[in-house]
């Protein structure tokens, strides 16, 4: 199908077809909407190339990642994100531009964008508390949409984020509720914003309870398998161990069972586990049917759909006013968690 073909089948003219699906602010969110769901069914996609010369836009999203940040390549969230936001890329004729920097240079690879004109706006990836990437990205006045958010900032901007702090007070609750009051947090990096959140929402459940929160239960760095053995292995050598864990991935997740398992003691029944981050496509909790792990689930897929959407939106209709879309997980009950055992 042409261009014209797909105007006929409309009733609009080809100019009209091709500002909507340009992004022209000029033609009504209706009919763009109307014409890019009818440009889906049809399974067309317009000429990249006539449309960069029509816009005067590169067609291309940027992602910086910095070195010390590698892990995020192999990380199965970062997978998924990337997978959810190529979907929207591909739909709308966008390329995706991704740049590994120093961390030195990060700074420096966002100005190089912003000056060589290679993308139309970027997406940030892993936002740090009080990031300084925002008050950057405001001044070289590059559209911008954050996976996350940045406790600590003033600046008003854009970002899809789940409810993390929300997450993690209904997680810890529904152990509190099975009689647990040794609740250890297996969490990730402290300097990351979603981390921050997560803590507050397991410290928030455990005050409103009475209960004190005791630092030694809390263990805070990389979310991997052997983050998850070790804690779980050595807390479960203590005199008073913890009786559940709740761990802010499913890799961490699986190590803490691992180590649950080498201290000879059943998972669900001896210590129960809550993680955080199971709908993933290359790494699953078990079945639908029958999930391994409770968990907080969210779709981190469809985060880096919402994200490469509203990006979009932002670029083709000019208006940079900020938007928030805060995505509420969901609790799945698994085979890892029951009653607080007796004494």
């Known amino acids: 199908m042409n261009l014209k073909t797909l105007a006929q089948e409309l009733g609009l003219s080809p100019t009209t077809v091709s500002r909507a699906l340009n992004g022209y602010p000029e033609v009504s969110e209706a009919t763009r909407r109307r014409v890019r769901e009818a440009a889906?069914?049809?399974?067309?996609?317009?000429n990249t190339q006539a449309k960069r010369l029509a816009t005067g836009r590169t067609m291309a999203i940027g992602h910086i990642i910095p070195i010390s940040d590698r892990h995020e390549i192999v990380n199965p969230v970062f997978a998924d994100f990337i997978a959810g936001a190529g979907e929207v890329y591909a739909q709308r004729g966008y390329d995706m531009v991704m740049t590994i920097v120093p961390d030195d240079s990060e700074a420096r690879a966002y100005a190089e964008l912003r000056s060589k004109g290679n993308v139309d706006g970027v997406l940030i990836h892993a936002p740090k508390v009080g990031d300084h990437r925002i008050e950057m990205l405001d001044a070289l006045g590059l559209p911008y949409v954050l996976h996350g958010r940045v406790s600590g900032s003033d600046s008003a901007f854009s970002w899809v984020d789940v409810n993390n702090k929300r997450a993690f007070e209904r997680a810890t609750n529904f152990l509190l509720d099975l009689g647990h009051r040794r609740i250890a947090l297996i969490n990730g990096i402290k300097e990351m914003d979603f981390a921050c959140r997560r803590r507050r929402g397991y410290e928030a459940a455990l005050r409103a309870r009475g209960l004190p929160?005791?630092?030694?239960?809390?263990?805070?760095?990389?979310?991997?398998?052997?983050?998850?053995?070790?804690?779980?292995?050595?807390?479960?050598?203590?005199?008073?161990?913890?009786?559940?864990?709740?761990?802010?991935?499913?890799?961490?997740?699986m190590g803490a069972r691992r180590g649950i398992e080498e201290a000879g003691l059943v998972m669900g029944r001896d210590v129960s586990i809550v993680t955080h981050d199971d709908e993933l496509g290359y790494l699953r909790n078990g079945t639908a049917e029958e999930p391994i792990f409770t968990a907080t689930r969210s779709s981190v897929r469809e985060a880096g759909r919402r994200c490469a959407a509203l990006l979009i939106e932002q670029i083709e209709s000019g208006d940079r006013r900020p938007r928030h879309e805060l995505m509420e997980a969901v609790l799945v009950l698994g085979q890892s968690t029951g009653p607080v055992p007796a004494q």
Do not use: K
């Open 40 to 46: 889906e069914a049809a399974n067309y996609h317009p």
């Open 213 to 253: 929160v005791d630092p030694d239960l809390i263990v805070e760095g990389e979310m991997t398998e052997a983050q998850g053995h070790d804690a779980a292995r050595e807390m479960l050598q203590w005199p008073d161990p913890p009786t559940a864990f709740l761990t802010a991935s499913l890799l961490s997740a």
